[in-house]
């Protein structure tokens, strides 16, 4: 087995999933469901400034990871599909949560639909992502890549291998 060279350290790797496991964590704390049985501390406990913090974790760790690629790793390494659709729906939640932290502001705010269409829109980033990380989790038990691969040849092509008719 041949050690993959990697462009992120294993400290930013548990950054990262301290971050993410925080900021899902308390979202989902938003809902009632939560405080019914009892999972957050009580009912005057409100989840959204530890929200706050870890999706700002998670924006500080994104552009980290970017520029860091862009600078260093974008010649050798090249984004996965699931890395691809990951990164969509990850900017899909920071732009939501930006429109959901201007709805907080006092003078300003989001209408009717507006509102409503950010906040599913949200939801759905939220939801999307989730199988997503299950997916991922059993690729990487395989061998599999999980945001970047290398790219395979000198001309750093990055278009998907096309796989014959007799495999899977």
Not at 32 to 47: E, F, K, Q, T
Not at 62 to 85: D, E, K, M, N, V
Not at 113 to 140: D, E, N, S, W
Request: hydrophobic letters at 45%.
């Amino acid at each position: 087995m041949k050690n993959q060279q990697t462009l992120f350290s294993s400290f930013f790797s548990l950054l990262w999933f301290v971050s993410m496991f925080s900021a899902v964590w308390s979202g989902i704390s938003h809902l009632p469901l939560m405080i019914r049985y009892g999972l957050v501390p009580s009912a005057n406990w409100s989840p959204s400034v530890s929200h706050y913090y870890s999706s700002a974790a998670l924006l500080f760790l994104g552009t980290y990871a970017f520029t860091i690629w862009r600078l260093q790793g974008h010649s050798t390494y090249c984004l996965t599909r699931c890395g691809l659709l990951r990164v969509v729906l990850l900017l899909g939640l920071a732009v939501t949560g930006l429109a959901l932290i201007v709805h907080n502001m006092p003078n300003y705010s989001l209408f009717d639909g507006t509102y409503a269409a950010v906040k599913m829109l949200h939801l759905a980033c939220a939801l999307a992502l989730l199988p997503l990380l299950i997916y991922r989790m059993f690729q990487g038990w395989k061998g599999g890549y999980g945001w970047l691969r290398p790219r395979e040849n000198a001309s750093g092509s990055c278009r998907p291998r096309r796989r014959s008719k007799g495999s899977f």
